[in-house]
């Protein structure tokens, strides 16, 4: 498909696009028109993208920051997208590479790849970019994936395609935010966009996404076409097993994306119960639908605006509280943005919570609040206690960077059971009433952008809690737990 074509594909959809989204400010939101087509038997998508990017900074800009989170997968990258404990499961047919390669960007001076490795696509604009003032760019790339079973990779039934695009890195105010890769957690930090997609791929894969669209049928291919305003990314799972199960959480459409589930239904069913149970306890779910895609993934489970993957290799009992974690994401990451790079406890910790919640409030699933208090606490105690022991001293510090810590191990006992300790202390200190209320302020005060911690804090002092010194106690490392 022509560029022209795919561009005016894109304003059809944009003017098309119906129901709730999660970030405010939409004139000034960032847009993303992405044509492209998958090859399967190169495992390649071959792309051009038209980005509008308005400079809502109060700086003159003369260069734009592009995160190239692809090119982890390439060979010789420095931050590998798997870390050593998964990799042999994840590359299930052994070592297999990647990549992104940016062919050209119009509407520029100039551009290149760089960063500490190749994970930067800095564009030199030909003008300065004043403040108030937007420019519009176009890329051609080139995505390869890796035989992988992770967030982007030709897994061993599905292709799971996220953040196979240049994303306009997050600018703080001052600079862009540049992150490497990290094994560790979601090295992801995005601002809201608009998005329209046209994907072209062989007819006889079955395609979950998030957003809205439909799909057309010619010559034994199909184009997807996709829209997804206000989110922070845009994702697909396809395959040709694909099953498709549906249901409603209020007026919300919940679909379940399967590949080998035995129970779908109940699954299903633990999806529209968090959905409608954080939509009441936290605030109106802000996307116009919700999709649960099963799908190859080491680990439980990932996070988009509008659409969570769950791994095919979970435990049967397990799968209530990722869906409910994953679902929660959708407050805690996809409407309330957080530094989850530099922050990470504030996003997981608060999701890991919520199941928690869920699964106080819903003992059919099999498991009880308390229960999931106990092996968070015991899990973080025996982590101190080894990390004490072998290394004379154990950092918990809280407000680091993912690629500051020694492994996954250290990385799940602080970002998650620490952070589930903290807010469980949080709540029993102030009472349901003020600690609920502090998390609807959050919601209401920061969906659609990315709030620090100490805005976090804040949104508790407005509900009339003191908590600055509890929360300063866990992030640094303070109290003994």
């Given amino acids: 498909m022509r560029k022209f074509l795919c561009l005016a594909v894109g304003a059809a959809l944009f003017g098309s696009m119906l129901g709730l989204t999660a970030c405010g400010a939409k004139e000034r939101a960032v847009r993303y028109n ?38 982890a997968y390439r060979e010789g990258a420095k931050y590998r997208p798997v870390s050593e404990l998964y990799r042999s499961s994840a590359y299930y047919g052994g070592e297999s590479y990647g990549g992104i390669e940016v062919s050209a960007v119009g509407g520029a001076e100039r551009f290149e790849v760089c960063g500490e490795d190749e994970n930067i696509l800095s564009v030199f604009l030909s003008e300065p970019l004043y403040p108030g003032d937007s420019v519009t760019l176009s890329v051609s790339f080139t995505t390869t994936l890796a035989n992988v079973d992770h967030r982007l990779g030709v897994g061993r039934k599905n292709v799971n395609l996220s953040h196979f695009y240049p994303v306009l890195c997050s600018h703080d105010g001052q600079a862009f935010r540049e992150y490497v890769y990290s094994s560790n957690g979601d090295p992801f930090v995005a601002d809201c966009a608009d998005y329209s997609l046209s994907l072209t791929l062989p007819a006889e894969y079955h395609v979950a996404y998030n957003g809205v669209g439909s799909s ?23 395959g040709k097993d694909l099953n498709c199960m549906t249901a409603e959480a209020g007026e919300i459409p919940v679909e379940y994306w399967y590949i080998s589930d035995p129970a779908p239904a109940t699954t299903l069913k633990a999806a529209t119960d968090a959905l409608t149970y954080f939509s009441r306890t936290f605030g109106d779910y802000g996307y116009p639908r919700y999709v649960v895609a099963e799908t190859d993934f080491p680990y439980g489970g990932m996070e988009y605006s509008g659409l969570a993957m769950i791994s095919s290799s979970l435990q049967r009992a397990d799968v209530p509280a990722v869906v409910a974690h994953e679902t929660a994401h959708q407050w805690w990451y996809g409407m309330v943005g957080s530094n989850q790079f530099e922050n990470a406890w504030q996003d997981e910790g ?25 092996r968070s606490e015991s899990g973080y105690r025996a982590f101190f206690s080894y990390r004490s022991q072998i290394a004379g001293e154990a950092d918990t510090t809280m407000n680091r960077p993912l690629t500051a810590y020694t492994g996954e191990y250290e990385y799940r006992n602080i970002a998650y ?65």
């Fill in 350 to 374: 608060l999701a890991e919570y919520s199941a928690a919640l869920f699964l106080g409030a819903f003992p059919e699933y099999g498991d009880t609040y308390e229960g999931a208090m106990k």
């Fill in 34 to 71: 992405i044509c492209g087509e998958y090859f399967p038997e190169e495992s390649k998508l071959v792309a051009e993208m038209e980005v509008s990017v308005p400079n809502s900074t109060e700086n003159t800009l003369d260069k734009l920051s592009f995160e190239l989170w692809a090119n």
């Fill in 216 to 238: 057309q049928t010619s010559g034994g291919k199909q184009t997807v076409s996709v829209t997804a305003e206000g989110v922070r990314d845009v994702a697909l799972v396809f």
């Fill in 417 to 481: 059971d620490k952070g589930v300790i903290l807010f469980d202390r949080v709540r029993a200190t102030v009472g349901d009433r003020k600690f609920f209320t502090g998390l609807k302020n959050y919601v209401s005060g920061f969906t659609g952008r990315i709030a620090s911690p100490e805005e976090l804090i804040s949104c508790f002092h407005k509900a009339g809690a003191n908590v600055e010194g509890l929360f300063k106690s866990f992030t640094d490392g303070a109290c003994v737990i």
